[in-house]
Each structure stands twice: as C-alpha cells, then as structure tokens.
C-alpha cells in the first residue's frame, strides 16, 4: 500500500491569511450587530431540493448542507440578526471549485428585504477582500446578453437549441429535461464565465424554477426574489427572500421529492421540523449564504479551493 | 461492457464517444449552487488526435475503451504494414500506415516502440525519444563553410533527412532527437 500523502494542501502563509480572513469576517458580521450563533452540524433531517445532496450518518441523520434549516427554527422563535460560519456537507460536489466539505457563512436578518441583503453581502466582500462594490444585474439581461435568448419563459426546446447553438449541449440530454435542467447547464457554461471579471456582480431577480424556500416575486411569478452573487466567473453566494408560508413550502419540497425519485433517486424524508417551524410563524426574513473559502480563493488569485484549505478532500 | 461515470473522470481516462476511442485531457465539475451538475472535458480522439470539448450530465456513464498503451520492438515492414513484437510475450501486431504515420522515418529493426493498442489493433505507433541511425549520404563539409549556418543536410539509414554539423561523414552513426527530428551527437558521444 503507498503511504497516504499526509501534508497539507495550504501552505503556513496560506493558513496564517486564512486565520486573519475568519477574523475579518466576524468582525464585520459583529459592527453590523449579526450574533455569531453555531447549529448543529448532524441534523436528523436534509434539505428536498434537487440540487443539493446530503452525506447520511449510520443512524443519525445527515451532515447539514447549509445551515439554513436550524437557523430558521432559530428565527421563528424571535432570533435577531444571526449569522453562522462553519463548515457543511454537500455529497458528490468535488473539482477546481468544489470540496464536499466547504466552509459557508450564512446570515439571516427578520424584517429584512433582499435588497438589504444584497447592499450587505457586496460591502462584506468589498471589506474583506478588498474588492470593490458589486455591480448589480437582472438575470434576464445577463442572459439575454451573453446567451442570446430570454430565459424568462423561454420552452425548453427553444433553451435547448440555444444551449447546442453555443456548443454545450450534452450529447444525450436526459428525456425529461426541464426549462431548470436547460437554465443551469446555459448559465453555468455561457453566462456565468463572462461574469464578474471588471469585480463583484450581484445577479438579482433570478427565475422561479427551482427556488424552494424562496418568495416569489409579487408582480411576476416567473420570477423568485432570489440573488447570486459571482467574481472572475465563480459563484460566491446565494440569497433570498425567504418562503415564509409553510403550506407552500410543503408542496414545494414534495415536488423536489417526487422529481428526485422519479429520476430514480432514494431522497431523504422532509423536514417536518423546519415546516413545524414555518407554520409557528417564521416572520418576513432574508438571507444569505456565501462560499468563504472561494471568497478567500478569489482574493488571493488562486485557481483552485485546495491552495485555500488546510486539507483538501484528496488528502482528508 | 465496463463503463465509467462522471465522477470517475480524470486526465488520462480511455473512453469510447460516437464509436471512436478518446483519451480525457481535461476535466471540470460544474454545478451552481442551487442547481445541476456537469462535466465539461476536453478529450482527444485516438484515431486523428483532434481534440473536442463534452458535455456530460454528472452522474451519466460512458463506455471504457479497451485501450493499452505498451512498449514493442520494431520487427520489419512487409510493404504494407510495419510489424513489431512484444518481447515478454512474443505476441506480434501489425500497423497500418495510418497508425505508423512518420514513425515511418525514424523505426530501425530491433528498437523499441511505444503502441497504443485499441481493441487489440495499433492506433498509433510512437518511435523511441532518441534513435541511433547511420548516415546514409551527405556531402563532405568544407572546413570553414558558414554559407549553410555551419550545418548541411543528411540523409540517414531510414531516409529521414535531418540538418547535421559539417564534420559529419557518410557511415557516421548519430543519435537524433526524434520528436525535433534533430541531430543531437554522434552516438558514442555524450
């Protein structure tokens, strides 16, 4: 048996920037009165979302993806601001910008508008990555420009041959592929590398396929209240206004579970505990979750997570 | 039939795409937070050495292509096909011209090769780094010639011609680089 590669992926300097990054984020989230609080990281349930696939422990649950459902059970009993930053679990997510255990700071404000989020995320990474403020976009413009067709109600088959016009259609694009399935794989591939290359850009108003947890929009329903925020091409974070109404939630979140099975996947049951919550009362909230390690990664021009992490998941 | 998926893609990986075997070069994982995964690769076809970007949907599978790569010794050339043979197992192989390509110029019997076998069947042959050939026929260099840049042309024992110093002489053994096509000593040299 070769002997395991037992030496770390960062560099001592590397890790002595890192420190002082985790200072510098909790001194921002402390000025602006967010309370550091810390959730458990084994959590009985998971999240029903089609995108994200979470690491089941032998009889004890699932390694939390995000921190998104304590954190809720949190506010909808009168928490505050709160923030957490620790480390999450996301199953089958590994390459140059992925490690399937990641380090996510994510932060709630109750009585908040996503646009409140959006100002604060573009000024945290502005503070502590020396960038500058965001630049901000509708995801229908974006779209428009760089993918060359209006991705709000837009039919599948037209996203298909767009997405085979610019070469990045799969060979066999699975049967059911939905308008969800052509949008990812056209933002991802087109959109997204020309994004965020003059600095920071936030991308508000994206659409409502696949939003879960997330308000749509009042005037259009085409559209979710959701933002991604995006530099040199690498998604940093994700936010919302979040879905207060649990009923909704429920039927949502059984759709990803149907979706999920009929794709011939075993998903996790729902998360009686988070809708308990929302049918408590989760008051009007935003929120915000941002990749710290890629934030980190960006700032310091590295091309990959690994220069970034103490050990990355080859060397576990 | 052995099959990969995604998540088992890396540089080197041998698969088969619309009938034909390609080598991965590069692999990226692509997913957005909240959505699908993808493999963007860039592969090479086997066959023409051309070499196109992919799209595959993480967690789709492909077919292994039954490719080897190993090290043969040039035995001689029919005509038609150049044959070699593994010298552990003595099984013999023949290669087309496609395959050979211009290997052609630079293979002397006995010297040991690299094939790339698929399905059994050379796809490509690669000659060594470094051969020791023969000079075969070049004029005699005249002492303080400069009019060539202090080089002229000779062609070696295969026919492969290729730029060597003056002081050359017919007979000469050189030892050539064959990948510059360029002379680098003669062979008892370092």
């Not at chain 1, 909808?76 to 390459?95: D, K, M, N, T, W």
């Not at chain 1, 996503?114 to 960038?131: F, K, N, P, W």
């Not at chain 1, 997405?163 to 990812?184: K, Y």
Request: aromatic share 8%; net charge negative; hydrophobic share 40%.
């Amino acid at each position: 048996m070769t002997e395991p590669d037992w030496q770390p992926t960062a560099t001592p300097a590397m890790l002595e920037r890192r420190g002082a990054f985790m200072a510098a984020i909790r001194g921002f989230m402390t000025a602006r009165g967010v309370l550091e609080v810390d959730t458990p990281v084994l959590s009985r349930a998971a999240p029903s979302e089609r995108g994200l696939a979470s690491f089941a422990v032998d009889d004890a649950g699932y390694l939390a993806p995000s921190p998104e459902h304590a954190l809720k059970r949190l506010l909808a009993v009168g928490a505050g601001p709160i923030y957490q930053l620790g480390h999450v679990f996301r199953s089958g997510e590994a390459g140059r910008w992925h490690n399937p255990e990641f380090c996510m700071l994510e932060w709630y404000r109750p009585q908040a508008d996503v646009a409140t989020l959006i100002e604060e995320t573009s000024e945290l990474i502005a503070r502590v990555a020396g960038a500058p403020r965001a630049q901000r976009r509708r995801y229908r413009d974006v779209f428009t420009q760089h993918a060359g067709i209006d991705p709000i109600g837009a039919t599948p088959t037209a996203l298909a041959a767009c997405a085979q016009s610019h070469g990045v259609a799969p060979h066999e694009p699975p049967a059911d592929a939905s308008r969800a399935f052509w949008l990812d794989l056209i933002m991802s591939l087109v959109v997204q590398p020309q994004l965020g290359h003059e600095g920071p850009v936030c991308i508000r108003e994206f659409p409502a396929d696949g939003a879960v947890l997330v308000e749509t929009d009042p005037v259009d329903s085409r559209l979710a209240q959701r933002f991604e925020c995006y530099w040199r091409g690498v998604e940093l974070a994700n936010g919302a206004q979040e879905l207060v109404d649990a009923d909704v939630a429920r039927e949502r979140m059984q759709g990803e579970i149907q979706a999920q099975q009929n794709a011939g996947q075993r998903p996790p049951p729902i998360d009686e505990a988070l809708l308990a919550a929302m049918s408590a009362g989760l008051p009007r909230c935003a929120g915000v979750a941002l990749g710290v390690d890629r934030l980190l990664a960006l700032m310091l021009h590295c091309d990959s997570l690994s220069q970034v992490l103490a050990f990355d998941w080859a060397r576990r | 039939m052995a099959t990969f998926n995604t998540n088992q893609f890396k540089g080197g990986l041998k698969i088969i795409l619309d009938g034909d075997p390609y080598a991965i070069v590069e692999n990226e994982f692509v997913k957005p937070g909240k959505g699908q995964a993808f493999n963007r690769v860039k592969v090479r076809n086997l066959r023409n050495n051309r070499v196109i970007e992919r799209t595959f949907k993480a967690g789709d599978t492909v077919e292994a292509a039954d490719v080897l790569d190993i090290d043969v010794q040039y035995l001689y050339h029919d005509g038609e096909f150049w044959h070699f043979m593994e010298p552990n197992t003595f099984e013999q192989y023949q290669a087309s011209e496609a395959a050979v390509g211009d290997a052609d110029k630079w293979l002397k019997a006995q010297d040991t090769c690299h094939v790339t076998l698929w399905n059994g069947t050379p796809l490509q042959i690669d000659p060594p780094n470094f051969v020791t050939l023969a000079v075969s026929e070049t004029d005699p260099g005249v002492r303080g010639d400069t009019s060539g840049g202090g080089a002229k042309p000779a062609t070696l024992e295969t026919g492969a011609v290729v730029r060597v110093p003056l002081f050359i002489e017919e007979g000469e053994v050189l030892k050539v680089d064959t990948r510059k096509g360029e002379y680098v000593s003669r062979a008892n040299e370092g």
